[in-house]
Each structure stands twice: as structure tokens, then as C-alpha cells.
């Protein structure tokens, strides 16, 4: 396995770890985390950070009687929480938008294959499937997309994204992505707006096909 | 040159209490340290004081339920609960589970190592140093910025603080638990 050499940003992080990052992006970023240990660190630097302003924050007294109601509760059952870890190529995170399940996917023709993981109307994060040596449909963004590889490869203008690189796109990007030939490439797209193709389907098709 | 620190805080005595002991003493140690300082950075969100009050509860029982979970190699007490507690808000506010990456749990029979222990503690005493000599408006922004209040966008336009050092020491602890959960796999 190479080296990841593709990350996010640091203000992306930040906004992350304070819980500003619209879900979406967030199980982006939470994938990409659990299988990078440079931003990892550079994560826990920001909790670091949040931990520091807690320390520091104004203290307002608790009312009298919650220390007590809390250390009664101690000793109640805690309802397991289902616990989504890796499974095969896919993170934890992927895994728990996936409830555990097999990703469903779907044919978009020659050979792409898709599968949404959640959607509505401030974005959607899906499983993106494209053949060795194929090229991912010629596309602008109408906002921001992350696209994580989590098998194969793919290059474009900017360069070469293998396992656990992340490309951050923003409007201003037209770019063809290509899957590099071999394994087919499966990606973690995330997105805040629908995917406008330039080519491949025609743009009224979209909302059918939901890309 | 500040005074080196040759213990380790009683705010991570205290979690490692709770953590290898269940100790039920040093929970209450550290909830008379942490809730009024979380209530008071709660409602700094705008959230009531009741309101508050009902996170607060609920982030302290998540410190007891995921203790094992705490690696003061890589965190100090204070980020691991700034982690929890905006989870946990989140979560509360937006009725939602939010995405949050694969735990790495330290091996419990690991020989903790008291100098990177220490080393993270002071790196973290250094940013707290730093946050104090901002001026007022700067540290306005920073707050906002770890509450949730600004977008990335908005943060990326500020001036970032010297997150550097306490980084590499992070990425140190990070190191040192890849290396032993490969022992473990052995």
C-alpha cells in the first residue's frame, strides 16, 4: 500500500472536530480519519485546542442535586451501540452509513456502478464504482465535492489519488477523473449539491438517476 | 524559560482511575473539575442553563460508558471530553448520529509512558498560554470557531494558532499505539 499524500484541509478539521461540517462531508472526513494517522493527529491537535478553550471557559454552577443523579446512574445498563467497524476495504464510518449492510449498487452504464449511502437536499454521500481504465464521466460541481479512494486508483489534471487519498474539488474544478487500469476504482464521494455531467447522461436524466 | 512539569495533572490521574478502576471517587473528582466548565461553554452556544445541564449529564455519563477509549498519550482529559461534549450537543440538538472515525484503543496492559504523558500535558499547557495572550477579539473568533459557530470557509480565513508542536507529539502517541496494537496481533 503507498503512502496517502492527498489531505484535508486543516480549517476543514477544525470545523469537523467543532461539529460544523454538514453531514455529508462529515462521514467524508470521519472515513478518511479512521485510515490516515497524519490527520488523525492533526484532528486530535484541534480537539487539543477545543480541550484548552474548556479548560479556560467561564465555570457556571451545576444544580445541586445533579452530582448525585449522576453518580446514581453509573450502574444502569447502557444501551449497546451497534459498533461498525472496518469491514474489507470500508472504514468504520462507511460501514455504520451502510448500517452494516452490503452496499446496494446500482448501474449507471459502461460499467459505473453507484450506491447512495444518504442524500437530501444540502447534498449526498455515496459509493462510487468505476472499471480499471475507465473515466469517470466528465463533470463541474455546483459546489463542493470530496471524493475519497478507498480501492484502485484514479488520476486526473491534479494528479494521482490511490487508497485513502482524498480530493477536495470546488466549483472551479472541471476535471476528468480516470480509474487507473487494474483493480476497478471504488470511491467515497461526498458532495453538498447535485453533480452536473457534461457528458454521458444528459442533464435532464439527472434527477432520475440521482448523480 | 517556564518550569518543567515533572507530574503528570490530577485531571489524568483521575481518568485513569476511572478508566483502569471504574473509581468511582476520582469520577466525582473529575465532574466537580468539568461540569460547571462545561455548562458554561455550552451555553456559550446560546443553549439555557437546563438545556445545558441535560448535555452536561449526558457527556459525563459518556466519560464513565467509554473511559477504556481514553489515551493520554495522544489527549489530554480536557480535548478528549471537548470531543465528546460537542458529539454529544450535536447529536442532542440535530437528533443525529454524527460520523466519527475508528476508535484506536490503547492495549490496557500497555506500559503507559509517563514522558509522553507529559509531553502532550505540556503541550497543551503551551496552547492554553497562547490563548491567553490573544487579544480579546481573536480569541472571540477562536472560540466561535471550536463551538461550531463558524463555517470552514470562515475558519480558513483566520489566522491559525501554532498548532504544530502539540501535532508531532500527537502523531508520537499515534507511533507508539500502532506499534503496540501490532504486538498485540502477534
Known amino acids: 500500500m503507498t503512502a496517502i499524500t492527498h489531505h484535508i484541509p486543516d480549517a476543514m478539521l477544525a470545523a469537523y472536530a467543532a461539529g460544523n461540517l454538514p453531514h455529508h462531508f462529515a462521514v467524508a472526513v470521519a472515513s478518511h480519519v479512521s485510515l490516515c494517522a497524519h490527520c488523525r493527529a492533526a484532528l486530535e491537535a484541534h480537539q487539543a485546542m477545543g480541550g484548552a478553550l474548556l479548560e479556560a471557559s467561564g465555570s457556571v454552577a451545576v444544580s445541586g442535586s445533579m452530582k448525585a443523579d449522576?453518580?446514581?446512574?453509573?450502574?444502569?445498563?447502557?444501551?449497546?451501540?451497534?459498533?461498525?467497524?472496518?469491514?474489507?476495504?470500508?472504514?468504520?464510518?462507511?460501514?455504520?452509513?451502510?448500517?452494516?449492510q452490503d452496499p446496494k449498487w446500482k448501474t449507471l452504464g459502461m460499467g459505473v456502478r453507484q450506491s447512495i449511502l444518504s442524500q437530501d437536499r444540502n447534498g449526498s454521500v455515496r459509493l462510487l464504482y468505476i472499471p480499471g481504465g475507465q473515466a469517470v464521466p466528465?463533470?463541474?460541481?455546483?459546489?463542493?465535492?470530496?471524493?475519497?479512494?478507498?480501492?484502485?486508483?484514479?488520476?486526473?489534471?491534479?494528479?494521482?489519488?490511490?487508497?485513502?487519498?482524498i480530493e477536495i474539488a470546488n466549483q472551479d474544478l472541471e476535471h476528468t477523473p480516470i480509474a487507473d487500469p487494474g483493480d476497478a476504482c471504488i470511491c467515497l464521494a461526498a458532495t453538498d449539491a447535485p453533480l452536473r455531467f457534461n457528458a454521458f447522461i444528459p442533464r435532464l436524466l439527472q434527477p432520475l438517476f440521482r448523480i | 524559560m517556564p518550569e518543567t512539569k515533572t507530574e503528570i495533572s490530577e485531571q489524568t490521574?483521575?481518568?485513569?482511575?476511572?478508566?483502569?478502576?471504574?473509581?468511582?471517587?476520582?469520577?466525582?473528582a473529575l465532574f466537580d473539575h468539568f461540569a460547571p466548565r462545561l455548562k458554561g461553554f455550552i451555553m456559550r452556544t446560546g443553549c439555557s442553563g437546563a438545556q445545558a445541564?441535560?448535555?452536561?449529564?449526558?457527556?459525563?455519563?459518556?466519560?464513565?460508558?467509554?473511559?477504556?477509549?481514553?489515551?493520554?498519550?495522544?489527549?489530554?482529559?480536557?480535548?478528549?471530553?471537548?470531543?465528546?461534549?460537542r458529539n454529544r450537543h450535536i447529536d442532542i440538538i440535530r437528533k443525529e448520529s454524527r460520523p466519527v472515525p475508528e476508535e484506536l484503543a490503547e492495549d490496557p496492559d500497555a506500559e503507559p509512558d509517563a514522558s509522553q504523558i507529559l509531553a502532550v500535558e505540556q503541550e497543551a499547557g503551551k496552547l492554553k498560554d497562547a490563548l491567553s495572550s490573544l487579544r480579546p477579539e481573536q480569541r472571540e473568533m477562536i472560540e466561535k470557531a471550536y463551538l461550531g459557530e463558524l463555517t470552514h470557509q470562515e475558519i480558513s480565513t483566520q489566522t491559525g494558532l501554532p498548532l504544530g508542536t502539540i501535532k508531532s507529539r500527537i502523531r508520537l502517541g499515534l507511533e507508539r499505539l500502532r506499534h503496540e496494537l501490532k504486538g498485540l496481533r502477534e
Open chain 1, 70 to 100: 449522576l453518580l446514581a446512574q453509573l450502574d444502569a445498563p447502557a444501551t449497546p451501540e451497534p459498533d461498525y467497524t472496518r469491514r474489507g476495504i470500508y472504514p468504520g464510518p462507511v460501514v455504520a452509513a451502510l448500517k452494516g
Open chain 1, 138 to 165: 466528465d463533470h463541474g460541481h455546483n459546489g463542493l465535492e470530496m471524493t475519497l479512494v478507498l480501492q484502485g486508483s484514479f488520476s486526473d489534471d491534479t494528479g494521482r489519488f490511490g487508497v485513502g487519498d
Open chain 2, 13 to 28: 490521574v483521575w481518568m485513569l482511575a476511572v478508566r483502569d478502576r471504574k473509581d468511582r471517587e476520582a469520577f466525582g
Open chain 2, 53 to 85: 445541564e441535560e448535555i452536561v449529564q449526558d457527556v459525563m455519563l459518556t466519560v464513565w460508558r467509554k473511559a477504556s477509549m481514553f489515551d493520554p498519550h495522544r489527549a489530554q482529559v480536557s480535548a478528549w471530553i471537548y470531543q465528546i461534549a
